[in-house]
């Protein structure tokens, strides 16, 4: 049998920006598929826009294009393979997501695919949309005599309220074709009804909601299958929802296995699985099905199914050693399971039921307190933003392990106080509405003294589960009661899952050292176990090992002696949050490829990676040496290192590469004896406390914001009066900007104090002055000590104030003068020796007056420099990774790693422009009242991912961005203009060249004076509390195209045009909030207008690129 | 909801004939047990697993950490007692929790007195078998703990599994009936060598009135039932004891009955043909286990448990008493014989469990296999290979196509 040979070019498309719903785990399978399609010398053309992704990376397609994935797009794709000779064969859209999905399915529909000769493989038109159209769906379940909830597809308000008598409240309102539940919801009252179908209505990109009978309460599972075109069929995992249906799965507490079935019920749904698959007519790859269970009468329905792969396939494939991306690559080019070996025992073929011999738990990460008044109830549309994985051997061992990922302020039970006056009855009644860290809840409850059966009943969560946290809760009263910690208990502890920290939280008399201290001495360490997909059967090859306590002392551990070469230790990122996502991953995988690799020392460095993220390609058993799939605490990695060195000589740990988490861990690392590569803790020190600093500047005669650190109000009154209003007030020790506000006067001032921070010498509040209208640049470097590197300069779009992260920003800098950039590679060559940086060095600045004033500096890898690497065409992760072990930036240079002149900082003129454009997630929250949130930004980031658009120049690379970020700016029809007094003169180029270009511009009545002055045309609407008619009215009716409206005046007006924003948002009509952006998004328009906006790979821009005489060497710009 | 009930019994021991000594706590009954130490390693199931005869003189390690999560029901049960001699597990629920549930599988294990060990680092464990192979052991706990050297020669003095002839101490003392439960179209005698209460069932759906006969049946009592297909059902121990089986088998061959044979069968009808069978080093217990069906390349899914094979190549063709036979199915694991086919006779046999219970339905087919079989057989009274082989040599079983005209042929 074997591969098919009338495939000799594949397109993948992948699922683009990182968004709720669809983040990187369609990068990791893209990654593989890529992979897999080249080893089998296969022409690999990709489309994805996400920068951040190891897919795009130049070495993983043959063509890589950073195109917007829209079907115009990926049209000129095709078009342009054919042209330059390569004509596309076959497309994979199974691989990206409900992205890639849906375009197939657009292209196929302009017949784009037929007029190109396009063969789509993994899933076929037809069997798409059965299984994506949930009433073709239904009556393909229904056709194998199973059963699914009853409902009734609508396409009106109407037929809605219909249904709704029909089947009876509660029902579950969805939209057809979306991923991550968006727009769907439980309506429990007729209002609620109007508002989410409404909605749903909206969001649906045929305009179709499915109303359906609810199974609310019932046991959720779902199934990951795979079949081959010679109709084999295996389930590769099953997998248990805590949280009963009504939780989306992506926000559910998941378990794998399925832990509370008999085989009669397993084997029945895995018979329904396999006739559904079957019918639908996925004829290769993987699919994933899920279900509902009646807890007392075993009534099983379907609920869905994806014919992809799918956000649960990454976990499954994670939680069982069975790569499923990568096999249905290979199935789809005509293999057939049993022609397939399964990696892991390198021996026994693929087709075969993974078992398991552990216990894997999913927790999902949220970050509602980004988004003031969402709603932070857990419902059917999914909210979180990254998830973290555990394995250990047994459910409470893997569940604390999953905890204590979360890297938030709580770290597993008992980690933090009680909310004060918490009784039985309060944990019970809130267990009856799902939310975030609900089994925390059920901990209180029981410890609180709820029996297990009152628990279960309040949260429909398992006898099964709760009885196993009544188990934990009991061993806490030993805990606390036993006069010492003697070997037995504690190790029955640990073997619990429980961390050191929450056993010092439970014993007053020991700290989180001393527990630890004490558990060496009795030698009480775990043993690592190896995930091998088949519970020991076979040997397994690949050392993709999990921590996990036994009750034997001399319990067996599994990890490999290797003293050949040296190894290093690479700090993943954890969860996906904002602030921290994809992009670390980016950094960390970089580095195991180049270390791997390295000519010194010869044969290269055996690379171990630690990580708890099952999205990640980081997470992926082939990418580094040898995966730990551990929490990155301090605890968890200690361990590992521990084992790492009794099984061979540890070069090194690099903290620098996986964002704050690692790095947060680089003293107390150091300070234990583990040896830390790169910038030393000591000068990370130097960055990230303000104070020094602050000295560091001095000394180097760099201006900053002047600033004070504040322990009480009347000390940041004195300040700010000091330094002069507006300032910028935050938590001494945020992350990702959290809990920043500009601040313009004194009572918001107070306002902020008492409101978003307890304020005290332990917690000081840092008050800087802020730079208004101050044009931002962030700067990633590279430094070896000796020579410093300038990966690239990013001119910010939005102003100073809006958070790095949110913010868009061009490379090179489009607006800066010879001069500046000269001021800014000095300051950061003097911040980089005078922190003492050995690797990557990110530096933020703010730009006012033709004075450059620093913002922060971060001694780690930035969320821009996959950007950065992409857009320059030098990989700069793998050069820090090098130079922390010893490489010069000089010998890089000479290696062709680094470029041999110059470097990103002196781009030659004729260099391609980048643009990268951060995307939001505001449509996916309401306030409990069902408004939405406001779609403002600050200085607070609140995007969850970011796009890049490439092309000869800023216009067409701006509207690349726009088109990949929120659909393609308007070319014409109405744009609304309404800015704040400050932006008025700043707004009349912009509207006036709009009006040439023939759009109708509407605008509020102070706007419209301005313009009409300027001779432009426009008619004035009202704000929507003008009454009727009023601009609100006008968008919700779908009659503007553009949106412009910067926030007016402050403080308080900077809430004004709310409504404005958030309506644009729901019609998702592009909707510009900083004049910068305007002038931005005109250059776009004039390029799609002019229609010169093409496709063109990163290999040949990168080849270009290179070829291009570097402007430091040739004198030029 | 039950309160919770602390499993974590006295001090146990699981001492291996090599000397591993493993300790724990007692789960079920307190005591002395002793059998050959084998790994399980399906995720679900353990009732149909501790119920099934073919564990007998077993100590069975289950893989799966959690075990009993769904307690004991009085439903799942695959013959009439517990057959296991002892069983290892990681962590026992604490409460059981499924709708079906009755009782707690450790109550249940107590209650047939069924000595057990939990706390056990499995894996280890089953490393240790992977690498040495199935050995004698034994479980200890209670008065019966002592010296492990002591221990150590309790379990070298019990007997091994080679050469063990276990099927007299599970077959059915009298025989019984079970009828088909939609209309009647054919009567098989199903010699009990350790049968399942699933394999009468599955022939029940599809029409077959089941006479089920104690292993030591004369071929006489087989006859004047008049069957219309001999069935060999699964059962303990080794093969190249089953002498009468193997007789019986031969005779029912030379009258061109019908016959399927799973399991401990497969290698009755093996040794039947001449073919010689051989213990495994850990053999097959699992239901994740791929067979692939030389004929079409086709791969199920199966339920399997058997640490003796018959000695073959995938796709061998050879000579036997009743004419040409095959190996018809392999594993792809590791290339043991999962299946016969005679080619002139009508007979076929496989290595593996299509009644599941526990595992996969992937090898349904098989039962509809073995009536068409009989009906083609029926149709043709005078001895006809011809069509017998035909019949016995197209397949293309596991299509979704053919799942669906199941029992149609008629
Ligand atoms: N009929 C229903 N009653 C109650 N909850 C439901 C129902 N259908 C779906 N859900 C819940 O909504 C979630 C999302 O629904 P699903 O069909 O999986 O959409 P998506 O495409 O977003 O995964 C499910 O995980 C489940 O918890
Ligand atoms: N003094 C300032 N004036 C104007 N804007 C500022 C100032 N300080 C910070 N910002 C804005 O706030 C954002 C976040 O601040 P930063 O110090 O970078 O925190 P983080 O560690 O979250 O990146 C910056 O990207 C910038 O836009
Ligand atoms: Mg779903
Ligand atoms: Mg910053």
Same mark, same amino acid.
């Given at each position: 049998?074997?591969?098919?040979?009338d495939?000799?070019?594949?397109?993948?498309?992948?699922?683009?920006?990182?968004?709720?719903g669809?983040?990187?785990?369609?990068?990791y399978?893209?990654?593989?598929?890529?992979r897999?399609?080249?080893?089998?010398?296969?022409?690999?053309?990709?489309?994805?826009s996400?920068?951040?992704?190891?897919?795009?990376?130049?070495?993983?397609?043959?063509?890589?294009?950073?195109?917007?994935?829209?079907?115009?797009?990926?049209?000129?794709?095709?078009?342009?393979?054919?042209?330059?000779?390569?004509?596309?064969?076959?497309?994979?859209a199974?691989?990206?997501?409900?992205?890639?999905?849906?375009?197939?399915v657009?292209?196929?529909?302009?017949?784009?695919?037929?007029?190109?000769?396009?063969?789509?493989?993994?899933?076929?038109?037809?069997?798409?949309q059965?299984?994506?159209?949930?009433?073709?769906?239904?009556?393909v379940?229904?056709?194998?005599?199973?059963?699914?909830?009853?409902?009734?597809?609508?396409?009106s308000l109407e037929?809605?309220?219909e249904?709704?008598?029909?089947l009876?409240?509660?029902?579950?309102?969805?939209?057809?074709?979306?991923?991550?539940?968006l727009?769907?919801?439980?309506?429990?009252?007729?209002?609620?009804l109007?508002?989410?179908?409404?909605?749903?209505?909206?969001?649906?990109?045929?305009?179709?909601?499915?109303?359906?009978?609810?199974?609310?309460?019932?046991?959720?599972y779902?199934?990951?299958?795979?079949?081959?075109?010679?109709?084999?069929?295996?389930?590769v995992?099953?997998?248990e929802?805590?949280?009963?249906?009504?939780?989306h799965t992506?926000?559910?507490?998941?378990?794998?296995?399925?832990?509370t079935?008999?085989d009669?019920?397993?084997?029945?749904?895995?018979?329904?699985?396999?006739?559904v698959?079957?019918?639908?007519?996925?004829?290769?790859?993987?699919?994933?099905?899920?279900?509902?269970?009646?807890p007392?009468?075993?009534?099983?329905v379907?609920?869905?199914?994806?014919?992809r792969?799918?956000?649960?396939?990454?976990?499954?494939?994670?939680?069982t050693?069975?790569?499923i991306?990568k096999?249905?690559?290979?199935?789809?080019?005509?293999?057939?399971?049993?022609?397939?070996?399964?990696?892991?025992?390198?021996?026994?073929p693929?087709?075969?039921?993974?078992?398991?011999d552990?216990v894997?738990?999913?927790?999902?990460?949220?970050?509602f307190?980004?988004?003031?008044?969402?709603?932070?109830?857990?419902?059917?549309?999914?909210?979180?933003?990254?998830?973290?994985?555990?394995?250990?051997?047994?459910?409470?061992?893997a569940?604390g392990?999953?905890?204590?990922?979360?890297?938030?302020?709580?770290?597993?039970?008992w980690?933090?106080?009680?909310?004060p006056?918490?009784?039985?009855?309060?944990?019970?009644?809130?267990?009856?509405?799902?939310?975030?860290?609900?089994?925390?809840?059920?901990?209180?409850?029981?410890r609180?003294?709820?029996?297990?059966?009152q628990?279960?009943?309040?949260s429909?969560?398992?006898?099964?589960?709760?009885?196993?946290?009544?188990?934990l809760?009991?061993?806490?009263?030993?805990?606390?009661?036993?006069?010492?910690?003697?070997?037995?208990?504690?190790?029955?502890?640990?073997r619990?899952?429980?961390?050191?920290?929450?056993?010092?939280?439970?014993?007053?008399?020991?700290?989180?050292s001393?527990?630890?201290?004490?558990?060496?001495?009795?030698?009480?360490?775990?043993?690592?176990?190896?995930?091998?997909?088949c519970?020991?059967?076979?040997?397994?090859?690949t050392?993709?090992?999990?921590?996990?306590?036994?009750?034997?002392?001399?319990?067996?551990?599994?990890?490999?002696?290797?003293?050949?070469?040296?190894?290093v230790?690479?700090?993943?990122s954890?969860?996906?949050r904002?602030?921290?996502?994809?992009?670390?991953?980016?950094?960390?995988?970089?580095?195991?490829?180049?270390?791997?690799?390295?000519?010194?020392?010869?044969?290269?460095?055996?690379t171990?990676?630690?990580?708890?993220?099952?999205?990640?390609?980081s997470?992926?058993?082939?990418?580094?040496?040898?995966?730990?799939?551990e929490?990155?605490?301090?605890?968890?990695?200690?361990?590992v290192?521990?084992a790492?060195?009794?099984?061979?000589?540890?070069?090194?740990?690099?903290?620098?590469?996986?964002?704050?988490?690692?790095?947060?861990?680089?003293q107390?690392?150091?300070?234990?004896?583990?040896r830390?590569?790169?910038?030393p803790?000591?000068?990370?020190?130097?960055a990230?406390?303000?104070?020094?600093?602050?000295?560091?500047?001095?000394?180097?005669?760099?201006?900053?914001?002047?600033?004070?650190?504040?322990?009480?109000f009347a000390?940041?009154?004195?300040?700010?009066?000091?330094?002069?209003?507006?300032?910028?007030?935050?938590?001494?020790?945020?992350?990702?900007?959290?809990?920043?506000?500009i601040?313009?006067?004194?009572?918001?001032?107070?306002?902020?104090?008492?409101?978003?921070?307890?304020?005290?010498?332990?917690?000081?509040?840092?008050?800087?002055?802020?730079?208004?209208?101050?044009?931002?640049?962030?700067?990633?470097?590279?430094?070896?000590?000796?020579?410093v590197?300038?990966?690239?300069?990013?001119?910010h779009?939005?102003?100073?104030?809006?958070?790095?992260?949110?913010?868009?920003?061009?490379?090179?800098?489009?607006g800066?003068?010879?001069s500046?950039?000269?001021?800014?590679?000095?300051?950061?060559?003097?911040?980089?020796?005078?922190?003492?940086?050995?690797?990557?060095?990110?530096?933020?600045?703010?730009?006012?007056?033709d004075?450059?004033?620093?913002?922060?500096?971060?001694?780690?890898a930035?969320?821009?420099?996959?950007?950065?690497?992409?857009?320059?065409?030098?990989?700069?992760?793998?050069?820090?990774?090098?130079i922390?072990?010893?490489?010069?930036?000089?010998?890089?240079?000479?290696?062709?790693?680094?470029?041999?002149?110059?470097?990103?900082?002196?781009?030659?003129?004729?260099?391609?422009?980048?643009?990268?454009?951060?995307?939001?997630?505001?449509?996916?929250?309401?306030?409990?009242?069902?408004q939405?949130?406001d779609?403002?930004?600050?200085?607070?980031?609140?995007s969850?991912?970011?796009?890049?658009?490439?092309?000869?120049?800023?216009?067409?690379?701006?509207?690349?961005s726009q088109?990949?970020?929120?659909?393609?700016?308007?070319?014409?029809?109405r744009?609304?203009?309404?800015?704040?007094?400050?932006?008025k003169?700043?707004?009349?180029?912009p509207?006036?060249r709009l009006?040439?270009?023939g759009?109708?511009v509407?605008?509020?009545?102070?706007?419209?004076?301005?313009?009409?002055?300027?001779?432009?045309?426009?008619?004035?609407?009202?704000?929507?509390?003008?009454g009727?008619?009023?601009?609100?009215?006008?968008?919700?009716?779908?009659?503007?195209?553009?949106?412009?409206?910067?926030?007016?005046?402050?403080?308080?007006?900077?809430?004004?045009?709310?409504e404005i924003?958030?309506?644009?948002?729901?019609?998702?009509?592009?909707?510009?909030?900083?004049?910068?952006?305007?002038?931005?998004?005109?250059q776009?328009?004039?390029?799609?207008?002019?229609?010169?906006?093409t496709?063109?790979?990163?290999?040949?821009?990168?080849?270009?690129l290179?070829?291009?005489?570097?402007?430091?060497s040739?004198?030029?710009? | 909801?039950?309160?919770?009930?602390a499993?974590?019994?006295?001090?146990?021991?699981?001492?291996?004939?090599?000397?591993?000594?493993?300790?724990?706590?007692?789960?079920?009954?307190v005591?002395?047990?002793?059998?050959?130490?084998?790994f399980?390693?399906?995720m679900?199931?353990?009732?149909?697993?501790?119920?099934?005869?073919s564990?007998?003189?077993?100590?069975?390690?289950?893989?799966?950490?959690?075990?009993?999560?769904?307690?004991?029901?009085?439903?799942d049960?695959?013959?009439?007692r517990i057959?296991?001699?002892?069983?290892?597990?990681?962590?026992?629920?604490?409460?059981?929790?499924?709708?079906?549930?009755?009782?707690?599988?450790?109550e249940?294990?107590?209650?047939?007195?069924?000595v057990?060990?939990?706390?056990?680092?499995?894996?280890? =464990?089953? &490393? !240790?078998?992977?690498?040495? +192979?199935?050995?004698?052991?034994?479980?200890?706990? $209670?008065? /019966? @703990?002592?010296?492990?050297?002591?221990?150590?020669t309790?379990?070298?003095a019990?007997?091994?599994?080679?050469g063990?002839?276990?099927?007299?101490?599970?077959?059915?003392?009298?025989?019984?009936?079970?009828?088909?439960?939609?209309?009647?179209?054919?009567?098989?005698?199903?010699?009990?060598l350790?049968?399942?209460y699933n394999?009468?069932?599955?022939?029940?759906?599809?029409?077959v009135?089941?006479?089920?006969?104690?292993?030591?049946?004369?071929?006489e009592?087989v006859?004047?039932?008049?069957p219309?297909?001999?069935?060999l059902?699964?059962?303990p121990?080794d093969?190249?004891?089953?002498?009468?089986?193997?007789?019986?088998t031969?005779?029912? =061959?030379? &009258? !061109?009955?019908?016959?399927f +044979?799973?399991?401990?069968?497969?290698?009755?009808? $093996?040794? /039947? @043909?001449?073919?010689?069978?051989?213990?495994?080093?850990?053999?097959?217990?699992?239901i994740n286990?791929?067979?692939?069906?030389?004929?079409?390349g086709?791969?199920?899914?199966?339920?399997?448990?058997?640490?003796?094979a018959?000695?073959?190549?995938?796709?061998?063709?050879?000579?036997?008493?009743?004419?040409?036979?095959?190996?018809?199915?392999?594993?792809?694991?590791?290339?043991?014989?999962?299946?016969?086919t005679?080619?002139?006779?009508?007979?076929?046999?496989?290595?593996?469990?299509?009644?599941?219970?526990?595992?996969?339905?992937?090898?349904?087919?098989?039962?509809?296999?073995?009536?068409?079989?009989m009906?083609?057989?029926n149709?043709?009274?005078?001895?006809?290979?011809?069509?017998?082989?035909?019949?016995?040599?197209?397949?293309?079983?596991?299509? /979704?196509?053919?799942?669906?005209?199941?029992?149609?042929?008629?």
């Amino acid at each position: 049998m074997g591969r098919r040979n009338d495939i000799s070019h594949v397109l993948v498309i992948g699922s683009g920006p990182i968004v709720i719903g669809q983040a990187c785990e369609f990068d990791y399978s893209g990654t593989q598929a890529c992979r897999v399609l080249r080893e089998e010398g296969l022409r690999v053309s990709l489309v994805n826009s996400n920068p951040a992704t190891i897919m795009t990376d130049p070495e993983f397609a043959d063509a890589t294009y950073i195109e917007p994935i829209t079907p115009e797009f990926v049209e000129k794709v095709i078009a342009a393979e054919r042209a330059a000779g390569f004509p596309v064969t076959a497309l994979l859209a199974t691989l990206g997501g409900q992205t890639a999905l849906n375009t197939a399915v657009a292209l196929h529909e302009r017949g784009v695919l037929e007029r190109y000769g396009v063969e789509l493989i993994g899933a076929d038109i037809e069997a798409i949309q059965r299984g994506e159209d949930r009433l073709k769906f239904k009556d393909v379940v229904r056709s194998v005599s199973a059963e699914v909830p009853r409902s009734a597809v609508c396409s009106s308000l109407e037929q809605v309220r219909e249904a709704a008598d029909e089947l009876g409240l509660p029902v579950v309102i969805r939209p057809s074709y979306t991923m991550g539940g968006l727009g769907s919801g439980m309506a429990h009252s007729s209002a609620d009804l109007e508002r989410l179908a409404s909605a749903g209505l909206a969001e649906s990109p045929v305009h179709q909601v499915l109303i359906e009978e609810s199974v609310l309460g019932w046991k959720e599972y779902e199934l990951e299958l795979m079949r081959d075109h010679r109709d084999n069929v295996v389930v590769v995992c099953s997998i248990e929802n805590i949280d009963p249906m009504g939780v989306h799965t992506g926000d559910s507490v998941t378990v794998a296995p399925a832990l509370t079935l008999t085989d009669r019920e397993y084997q029945h749904m895995r018979d329904v699985g396999i006739a559904v698959l079957r019918e639908v007519g996925v004829d290769t790859g993987g699919c994933n099905i899920q279900f509902a269970v009646h807890p007392h009468t075993g009534r099983l329905v379907v609920i869905e199914m994806n014919p992809r792969v799918s956000r649960s396939s990454a976990l499954a494939s994670k939680a069982t050693g069975f790569p499923i991306a990568k096999i249905a690559a290979k199935l789809a080019i005509g293999y057939t399971l049993d022609e397939i070996t399964n990696d892991i025992t390198g021996e026994t073929p693929a087709c075969f039921e993974p078992t398991l011999d552990y216990v894997v738990v999913k927790v999902p990460r949220f970050a509602f307190e980004k988004f003031p008044g969402a709603d932070r109830t857990l419902t059917t549309t999914m909210k979180s933003v990254g998830e973290a994985m555990a394995l250990g051997r047994s459910f409470p061992e893997a569940l604390g392990k999953a905890l204590r990922s979360m890297e938030t302020s709580v770290a597993g039970f008992w980690t933090k106080p009680d909310p004060p006056d918490v009784t039985v009855h309060s944990e019970l009644s809130a267990l009856a509405v799902p939310h975030d860290g609900r089994l925390y809840t059920v901990e209180r409850a029981l410890r609180l003294g709820a029996t297990v059966a009152q628990t279960a009943k309040a949260s429909g969560i398992d006898p099964w589960f709760v009885d196993q946290i009544a188990g934990l809760v009991e061993l806490r009263t030993e805990l606390v009661a036993a006069p010492e910690l003697d070997e037995p208990l504690l190790r029955r502890a640990k073997r619990a899952g429980i961390s050191d920290r929450q056993l010092a939280a439970v014993r007053d008399d020991l700290a989180e050292s001393e527990i630890t201290a004490l558990r060496h001495r009795l030698g009480v360490r775990p043993v690592y176990k190896t995930v091998d997909t088949c519970a020991a059967e076979f040997a397994a090859r690949t050392p993709y090992h999990y921590s996990a306590y036994e009750s034997d002392p001399q319990a067996e551990t599994e990890v490999a002696e290797q003293r050949e070469r040296p190894k290093v230790i690479i700090l993943g990122s954890g969860p996906n949050r904002i602030g921290q996502g994809i992009e670390f991953d980016y950094s960390c995988v970089h580095a195991a490829m180049a270390l791997r690799s390295s000519p010194t020392p010869p044969g290269g460095y055996e690379t171990v990676m630690v990580n708890c993220n099952p999205e990640t390609v980081s997470t992926d058993y082939d990418t580094a040496d040898r995966l730990y799939f551990e929490p990155l605490t301090f605890e968890d990695v200690m361990e590992v290192v521990h084992a790492e060195q009794a099984s061979g000589t540890v070069a090194g740990v690099i903290v620098q590469l996986g964002g704050q988490t690692p790095l947060g861990l680089a003293q107390r690392l150091a300070d234990a004896g583990v040896r830390v590569v790169g910038t030393p803790p000591a000068a990370i020190h130097l960055a990230e406390d303000r104070g020094s600093f602050g000295a560091v500047l001095e000394r180097a005669g760099l201006p900053a914001p002047a600033y004070g650190t504040a322990t009480s109000f009347a000390e940041a009154r004195k300040i700010a009066d000091e330094i002069g209003y507006p300032v910028l007030v935050r938590p001494s020790y945020v992350l990702g900007g959290r809990g920043m506000e500009i601040v313009y006067d004194e009572q918001t001032l107070a306002g902020y104090i008492t409101r978003a921070t307890e304020i005290t010498p332990e917690h000081p509040v840092l008050v800087d002055r802020f730079l208004d209208d101050a044009i931002e640049i962030d700067v990633d470097a590279l430094c070896d000590g000796t020579e410093v590197y300038l990966g690239g300069i990013m001119e910010h779009i939005e102003e100073a104030g809006i958070h790095s992260g949110d913010s868009a920003c061009v490379l090179p800098p489009i607006g800066l003068g010879e001069s500046d950039l000269a001021t800014v590679r000095a300051s950061t060559g003097a911040i980089a020796h005078g922190v003492g940086v050995r690797g990557l060095l990110n530096v933020q600045y703010a730009l006012k007056n033709d004075v450059l004033y620093v913002l922060e500096a971060n001694p780690r890898a930035s969320r821009t420099a996959p950007f950065v690497s992409k857009a320059t065409a030098v990989p700069l992760a793998k050069a820090a990774a090098r130079i922390m072990l010893g490489a010069s930036i000089a010998q890089l240079r000479a290696e062709g790693l680094l470029l041999p002149h110059g470097d990103g900082g002196d781009l030659p003129a004729s260099a391609p422009v980048a643009v990268k454009e951060a995307v939001l997630p505001f449509h996916r929250f309401r306030t409990p009242e069902g408004q939405g949130v406001d779609s403002l930004l600050g200085p607070e980031m609140k995007s969850t991912g970011e796009v890049m658009g490439i092309d000869a120049a800023f216009g067409q690379a701006f509207a690349k961005s726009q088109a990949a970020a929120y659909g393609s700016l308007p070319t014409s029809g109405r744009v609304f203009v309404s800015v704040a007094n400050r932006d008025k003169r700043a707004m009349v180029f912009p509207a006036k060249r709009l009006a040439d270009l023939g759009f109708e511009v509407l605008a509020t009545r102070g706007t419209a004076n301005t313009l009409r002055r300027n001779g432009i045309p426009c008619s004035v609407v009202r704000k929507h509390f003008e009454g009727p008619d009023n601009i609100v009215d006008l968008i919700n009716a779908g009659q503007v195209d553009m949106i412009i409206n910067t926030p007016y005046g402050n403080p308080g007006p900077r809430v004004d045009g709310y409504e404005i924003r958030t309506a644009a948002v729901f019609r998702s009509i592009p909707c510009i909030t900083t004049v910068q952006g305007a002038a931005a998004a005109v250059q776009g328009i004039e390029a799609l207008i002019r229609n010169d906006i093409t496709v063109r790979s990163l290999q040949a821009l990168h080849a270009a690129l290179r070829a291009l005489p570097a402007a430091g060497s040739s004198g030029a710009q | 909801m039950t309160k919770p009930t602390a499993v974590t019994g006295g001090p146990a021991v699981l001492v291996l004939e090599d000397g591993t000594i493993v300790r724990g706590e007692s789960y079920g009954a307190v005591g002395q047990t002793l059998g050959e130490a084998v790994f399980a390693t399906g995720m679900t199931g353990y009732q149909e697993t501790l119920t099934d005869p073919s564990y007998r003189r077993q100590i069975v390690v289950a893989t799966a950490p959690h075990i009993g999560n769904t307690g004991w029901n009085d439903e799942d049960d695959e013959s009439r007692r517990i057959w296991v001699a002892g069983y290892v597990v990681r962590d026992p629920a604490r409460v059981p929790s499924n709708w079906r549930s009755d009782r707690p599988l450790g109550e249940e294990l107590s209650r047939q007195g069924v000595v057990g060990i939990s706390g056990v680092d499995t894996r280890a =464990l089953t &490393r !240790r078998l992977r690498e040495h +192979g199935s050995m004698r052991s034994g479980i200890f706990s $209670g008065d /019966a @703990l002592a010296e492990p050297s002591q221990l150590i020669t309790r379990v070298l003095a019990s007997p091994s599994m080679t050469g063990a002839d276990l099927v007299g101490e599970v077959t059915v003392a009298e025989p019984f009936i079970v009828p088909a439960a939609v209309q009647r179209r054919f009567r098989v005698v199903a010699l009990d060598l350790g049968i399942k209460y699933n394999t009468p069932r599955m022939l029940a759906a599809r029409g077959v009135e089941t006479h089920v006969l104690p292993a030591t049946v004369a071929l006489e009592q087989v006859l004047e039932r008049e069957p219309d297909g001999v069935f060999l059902s699964n059962g303990p121990g080794d093969p190249a004891t089953a002498t009468h089986a193997v007789a019986l088998t031969r005779e029912v =061959l030379a &009258r !061109r009955v019908p016959l399927f +044979g799973i399991c401990f069968g497969n290698q009755i009808l $093996g040794r /039947a @043909l001449g073919r010689g069978t051989y213990k495994m080093r850990y053999g097959h217990r699992g239901i994740n286990i791929p067979v692939v069906e030389h004929a079409t390349g086709r791969v199920a899914i199966t339920s399997q448990n058997h640490g003796f094979a018959v000695a073959g190549e995938p796709g061998e063709r050879f000579d036997s008493d009743f004419g040409p036979a095959v190996v018809s199915h392999f594993c792809p694991n590791d290339g043991t014989v999962e299946g016969l086919t005679c080619l002139d006779t009508p007979a076929f046999s496989v290595q593996y469990h299509p009644e599941a219970a526990a595992g996969p339905h992937d090898a349904a087919y098989l039962f509809d296999r073995f009536c068409h079989l009989m009906a083609v057989q029926n149709r043709h009274s005078v001895p006809n290979g011809d069509l017998a082989a035909v019949d016995n040599r197209d397949s293309a079983p596991n299509s /979704a196509q053919e799942r669906r005209d199941n029992g149609a042929e008629e």
